[in-house]
C-alpha cells in the first residue's frame, strides 16, 4: 500500500462529493426540533450529581436517531461511529478530543426512553411540532396495519420464543412477530395514531383506537368492512369508505371493484409510510424482546418517518 496524502488523512480530498447520507443528515437535521424534543427527556435524564458527567442529552438524543434511521444496534452504532465521519459530525464527536459513547451508554440511554415511555412522547412532541408549522391533520383518516417480524426459533437461552409476540395466518403463509397499526391523515400522509400489538389482534379490534373523532371520511382495507357502527361511535360525522368485498359464489361485483379502486388511490398513502419505516429505516424485523421496547422504538420510528414524509414543506426549525 502506497504512502498516504495529507488529503487522506485530514479530510481534503481534491475530488471528494457528499454522499447520500450525508445530503440526507444535512437535509433531516434542520427540521427536528431538538430543543422541545430534549425538554420531554431532560426531567428523566441523569443530573451527574455523582460520578462523571453525563453525555449531552441531545447529542444522545442524536445517537438514537441515527440508530432509527440506520437500523442499527447499540454496539453496531458504537462501530458505524468510529468508522464514519459522516455520523460523527452530525453527533458533534471530535475523536481528537474525546471517544465516542460506547455501547452501554448507547443502550442505557435507550432504556431511559422505554422506561418512561418517551418514544410515544417524542411522536405526540413531534405531530404537535409539525401542526405549528402549518402540516395539520384534516377530516380523512386512513387506517391500516402491517406485520413486523420476530424470530420463531427457539434456539436461544431460555429455549422458547417472545411470549409477547404470536403468529398469525395471512393468505396461505403464517407470520410471527407484532403488528403496527396506524391512523394516517388521507391529506398529509402522515401518521397521527399508532398503536402496537401482537401478530394475531384483528385490525378490526384496534379500528376505535386509531380514530381522531373529527373524521368525515375513513379509508380502510377489506379487513375492516361491517366496522361503520363501529366508526360513527368514535366519529359521529364520519363516512365508512373501506374496501368491500367483490367475489362472491357465482358472480364478480363489478360496480363495486371499480369503487374499491377509487378508494385505493386514497388508501395508497397508508403504503408509503410502511415503506419509509421498513424499506428505508429499515425496520422490517423486531430488534428486542418484549412488546414495550419495540413499541417504544415503533412510535419514534413513526416520528421520524414524519418528519421526512413532509421535510420539503417544513422550514429550519430553530436551534
Known amino acids: 500500500m502506497g504512502q498516504q496524502t495529507l488529503a487522506m488523512q485530514n479530510g ?5 462529493r457528499k454522499s447520500r447520507r450525508e445530503l440526507f443528515l444535512e437535509e433531516i437535521e434542520g427540521i427536528i426540533p431538538w430543543t422541545r424534543l430534549t425538554g420531554l427527556v431532560q426531567p428523566h435524564y441523569p443530573k451527574g450529581e ?32 468510529y468508522e464514519s465521519l459522516v455520523l460523527r459530525r452530525f453527533a458533534g464527536i471530535d475523536l481528537g478530543k ?26 405526540a412532541e413531534v405531530n404537535a411540532h409539525l401542526a405549528a408549522n402549518g402540516v395539520k391533520i384534516a377530516t380523512g383518516t386512513i387506517v391500516d396495519a402491517t406485520i413486523i417480524h420476530a424470530p420463531s426459533s427457539t434456539s436461544n437461552e431460555k429455549r422458547e420464543r417472545d411470549p409477547e409476540m404470536h403468529q398469525v ?6 407470520y410471527f412477530g407484532m403488528k403496527a397499526h396506524v391512523g394516517v391523515d388521507s391529506k398529509s400522509g402522515t401518521v397521527h395514531t399508532a398503536v402496537a400489538t401482537a401478530a394475531n ?27 361503520g357502527e363501529v366508526i360513527r361511535e368514535v366519529a359521529p ?3 365508512d369508505m373501506t374496501c368491500r368485498r367483490t367475489k362472491f359464489k357465482h358472480r364478480v361485483d363489478e360496480l363495486q371493484r371499480s369503487k374499491n379502486r377509487t378508494k385505493s388511490r386514497v388508501r395508497a398513502k397508508v403504503e ?6 421498513k424499506r428505508q429505516f429499515g425496520f422490517d424485523r423486531v430488534r428486542y424482546r418484549g412488546l414495550k421496547k419495540n413499541a417504544n422504538r415503533m412510535f419514534a420510528c413513526f416520528a421520524l418517518v414524519n418528519l421526512y414524509i413532509v421535510r420539503k414543506r417544513l422550514v429550519p426549525a430553530p436551534a
Request: aromatic share 12%; charged share 25%.
Open 12 to 16: 481534503f480530498e481534491k475530488y471528494a
Open 98 to 123: 474525546e471517544p465516542a459513547p460506547d455501547e452501554t451508554t448507547i443502550c442505557k440511554f435507550r432504556h431511559l426512553l422505554e422506561e418512561h415511555d418517551l418514544g410515544q412522547a417524542i411522536f
Open 169 to 174: 395466518r395471512k393468505g396461505q403463509q403464517w
Open 237 to 239: 360525522m364520519a363516512q
Open 50 to 81: 455523582n460520578g462523571r458527567p453525563p453525555v449531552g442529552l441531545e447529542r444522545m438524543l442524536r445517537l438514537y436517531f441515527l440508530q432509527q434511521w440506520f437500523n442499527l444496534s447499540d454496539p453496531g452504532l458504537e462501530e458505524a461511529l
Open 272 to 277: 408509503h409510510v410502511f415503506r419509509v419505516m
Open 201 to 227: 389482534t384483528s385490525d378490526s379490534r384496534v379500528l376505535p383506537e386509531l380514530l381522531h373523532g373529527e373524521e368525515r371520511k375513513v379509508w380502510g382495507d377489506g379487513g375492516y368492512q361491517g366496522q
